[in-house]
């Protein structure tokens, strides 16, 4: 049994220090790139609040491709360039969307969602995959989160 859970009340820098380090040891030793993504995915849902998604698309023959997550079943393809993941994984830059319906071309796959954070994840120079939340509330992320992430993104680049 695995006991990794967020201390209440804790500054970001703290719960995303945390989130790092449990994702890290959530997947050390394992090979499996769906065993670490399908894990990693239920931490994001247990340590982050107020979100309705959390979890991977995966770069496969040059679109990507839903990978494990926690939320509600989500379109599986998504083209480069389309919405705020396929941006995020054509530019190589996180996407941080304070508002998804003031986001030219964004993706509804939730309709409960209200802001979105998407973060490339990068394996020797090329997107490997993204990850992706997605929240109810508007503005729900800032670059504290965005930051969190990309650390989450470069722990994770060898092991998914
Ligand atoms: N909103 C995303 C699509 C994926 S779902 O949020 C899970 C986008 O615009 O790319």
Known sequence: ?????????????????????????????????????????????????????????????????????????????????????????????TQLVPDVHAFPGHIACDADSRSELVVPVVRDGAVIAVIDLDSPLPARFDTEDASGIEALALALAERI
């Open 1 to 93: 049994m695995y006991d990794f859970a967020p201390v209440p009340g804790q500054p970001k820098s703290v719960l995303y220090a945390d989130l790092v380090d449990a994702a890290s040891a959530i997947t050390l030793d394992e090979a499996d790139a769906v065993a670490n993504m399908a894990n990693v995915a239920a931490l994001l849902g247990q340590f982050l609040p107020d979100l309705n998604w959390a979890g991977f698309y995966r770069m496969i023959g040059g679109e990507l491709v839903l990978g494990p997550f926690v939320g509600k079943p989500a379109c599986i393809r998504i083209a480069l360039g389309q919405g705020v993941c396929g941006t995020a994984a054509a530019s190589g830059d």
